[in-house]
T-cell receptor, first 112, second 111 residues
Framework: DSGVTQTPKHLITATGQRVTLRCSPR?????VYWYQQSLDQGLQFLIQ???????AKGNILERFSAQQFPDLHSELNLSSLELGDSALYFC???????????FGPGTRLTVL | TQLLEQSPQFLSIQEGENLTVYCNSS?????LQWYRQEPGEGPVLLVT?????EVKKLKRLTFQFGDARKDSSLHITAAQPGDTGLYLC???????????FGQGTELSVKP
């Protein structure tokens, strides 16, 4: 158990819909990262938040957005969903200068 | 283009065999990490290497960081079915910077 929690575990929805994925980092970790993992693209970095502020952006689509709340939990919002958005979405938290990351169990999103 | 290239992409071996997975780049990294991921679960950190030429051992797993800090290898001795999984290398170019992942090596160890 990494100490990072994600909900829900599975999510099935239809094209055009909007969903919210939730993540709670390990106690004491200020940084939260979101990743998308699909079979053909591997693990892709989406966005990082540090203590409530956006720190870095990766390959995140404009239809996607995220935020980190004062209690440090984070949400990833995915809108106007397309079939190609079906993937595993992971949240990770880290501490320290080496950026060692602890991953949650992931949310498997299926868009039908 | 992938900043970190892992090879091989797939590896299927028999229990007891040795294997090496490579992680190569033309870029210099301040540190490099190896993760192992099982199906349906999140990656789990195995080790971090920081110094060029550094070697770290974790039971039957040996990790090495290249002298120029551009590449790394993971060697598994006497592989066991429990070693089956996706092995990912990930590099940090600047301290505190984002983690860049390789595409992964899918290892299958058959009993």
């Amino acid at each position: 158990d990494s100490g990072v929690t994600q909900t829900p575990k599975h999510l099935i929805t239809a094209t055009g819909q909007r969903v919210t994925l939730r993540c709670s980092p390990r106690s004491g970790d200020l940084s939260v990262y979101w990743y998308q993992q699909s079979l053909d693209q591997g693990l892709q970095f989406l966005i990082q938040y540090y203590n409530g502020e956006e720190r870095a952006k990766g390959n995140i689509l404009e239809r996607f957005s995220a935020q980190q709340f004062p209690d440090l939990h984070s949400e990833l919002n995915l809108s106007s969903l397309e079939l190609g958005d079906s993937a595993l979405y992971f949240c990770a938290s880290s501490v320290g200068r080496l950026n060692e990351q602890f991953f949650g169990p992931g949310t498997r999103l299926t868009v039908l | 283009t992938q900043l970190l290239e892992q090879s091989p992409q797939f590896l299927s071996i028999q229990e007891g065999e040795n294997l090496t997975v490579y992680c190569n780049s033309s870029s210099v990294f301040s540190s490099l990490q190896w993760y192992r991921q099982e199906p349906g679960e999140g990656p789990v950190l195995l080790v971090t290497v920081v110094t060029g030429g550094e070697v770290k051992k974790l039971k039957r797993l040996t990790f090495q960081f290249g002298d120029a800090r551009k590449d790394s290898s993971l060697h598994i001795t006497a592989a066991q079915p429990g070693d089956t999984g996706l092995y990912l290398c990930a590099g940090v170019k600047n301290q505190g910077g984002k983690l860049i992942f390789g595409q992964g090596t899918e290892l299958s160890v058959k009993p």
